[in-house]
């Protein structure tokens, strides 16, 4: 018999209260593993209690390096001698795993890694990182699944990516910061957890200009340095508990987080019929009339963020009208459609767009999760409807949301986890 742990939900509950988030799910990852860059002891601070933390520890201990998670931070310690291979076993859990291979060629001169896994949202192509790193002096073949990459000295190149890809860019840049000479990055990702990477990176000694910018500019050292680093807040999660809360007509606050990390977030929230106040530091959102109909396209950052599409999609399900979402980042992100659908909600979809046509009243229902961001939007539209639904896949949930149960019980909602008898 199987048994599987599932979240279950009654809708119709009003959230409120305040709520604070931890750091950003999509700079930890790729932070934790900047210790391949250089030996010594480094401390992570505000540090999310996720899966996905766990699984990169899993990857650095078989580099060699070891990390212990003490009080929401996490000491890392790089040894003069690290590994270059990473085996399929580890990083089929997480896509972020393949963002090694920049830092160990810098480092070490060779990387074996295997294709790396993680949520099913279509192709997320490896071509543009390899293309980079070959352009900077890397060789690369794959043998029976793994990607073998050497070389004898990466040098600085001007780099134009075809898209703006959050990978290519942080990879190209983990390479960059020990290579020979000037890279040049054009057509660089911007996203607020791309500063914060390079933020801490200059602490370590790394020289570099232009991050927050389509052109970033890294000027190649000898040698970088074990630094203590404070991670920025998780903007998703924070969006997904606004939407969260004004999706059940309440009212609340969430503390940690940079409002000008979510711009055309805040702008469709109020667009929808929330009244928004920020701080710093925090954003207040407060539900006034009935919950508007929006057009939404998602775009790379400064545009609204891919991974809050579903989010959004499901607090629009009882809108008043038609909305029209527009995904143009990955095209598998409509995958949480079908599962609404079992609870009545009325959506068409075409090639990337969905309009959604609001409905007077969801029912609860057994609906299952994909991937993180499916899931968060499943809870979404559990906490709108009538009666009990129950989620299952909540592992993906966890990989993003640090006790997302927890959090929601302490706005009010009537959430628990069960276990299922299979």
Not at 70 to 84: F, Q, Y
Not at 208 to 219: L, N, P
Not at 287 to 293: A, E, F, H, T
């Amino acid at each position: 018999m199987i048994v599987e742990k599932h979240i279950s939900i009654e809708g119709n509950h009003k959230l409120s209260g305040e709520i604070n988030v931890k750091g950003a799910k999509n700079a930890v990852l790729k932070e934790m593993i900047l210790p391949i860059l250089a030996e010594g002891k480094y401390l992570l601070k505000n540090v999310p209690l996720i899966d996905d933390v766990e699984y990169m520890q899993d990857v650095l201990k078989v580099l060699g390096i070891n990390s212990n998670f003490k009080n929401d931070s996490l000491e890392i310690v790089s040894p003069s001698t690290i590994g270059v291979e990473a085996p399929y076993e580890i990083v089929q859990k997480m896509r972020a795993s393949i963002i090694i291979l920049g830092p160990l060629l810098a480092r070490c001169g060779e990387a074996r890694i295997a294709f790396p896994g993680g949520d099913q949202l279509g192709p997320r192509p490896v071509q543009m990182h390899l293309d980079a790193l070959e352009k900077m002096g890397a060789n690369f073949e794959l043998d029976h699944g793994v990607l073998i990459g050497k070389t004898d000295g990466l040098n600085g190149v001007e780099i134009n990516l075809p898209y703006a890809s959050v990978g290519a860019t942080e990879n190209t840049l983990l390479a960059a910061v020990l290579a020979q000479g000037r890279t040049v990055i054009e057509n660089a990702a911007r996203e607020p957890e791309i500063v914060d990477i390079v933020n801490m990176l200059k602490k370590m000694g790394a020289n570099i200009s232009g991050a927050g910018t389509s052109e970033i500019i890294v000027e190649g050292v000898d040698k970088l340095n074990p630094v203590d680093h404070e991670i920025i807040g998780d903007r998703i999660a924070a969006g997904t508990f606004l939407v969260a809360i004004l999706s059940t007509k309440g009212s609340g606050r969430v503390n940690g987080i940079n409002p000008e990390h979510l711009p055309m977030e805040l702008k469709k929230l109020g667009e929808m019929g929330a009244k928004i106040d920020s701080t710093e530091t925090s954003i207040n959102i407060e539900y006034r009339d009935n919950l508007q109909s929006i057009e939404l396209s998602t775009l790379p950052f400064p545009g609204i963020a891919t991974d809050l599409q579903p989010i959004f999609g499901s607090a629009l399900l009882l809108a008043e009208g038609t909305s029209i979402l527009t995904e143009n980042v990955y095209d598998q992100r409509f995958q949480w459609i079908p599962e609404v659908q079992r609870m009545g909600a009325n959506i068409q979809t075409g090639w990337q767009h969905a309009m959604i046509k609001g409905v007077e009243s969801l029912s609860g229902a057994p609906v299952h999760a994909t991937d993180i961001r499916t899931g968060a939007s499943l809870i979404i539209a559990a906490l709108q409807a009538d009666g009990l639904s129950t989620i299952t896949g909540i592992d993906h949930i966890n990989r993003g949301y640090e006790d997302i149960v927890t959090s929601l019980s302490s706005l009010g909602s009537t959430i628990e986890y069960n276990n299922t008898n299979g």
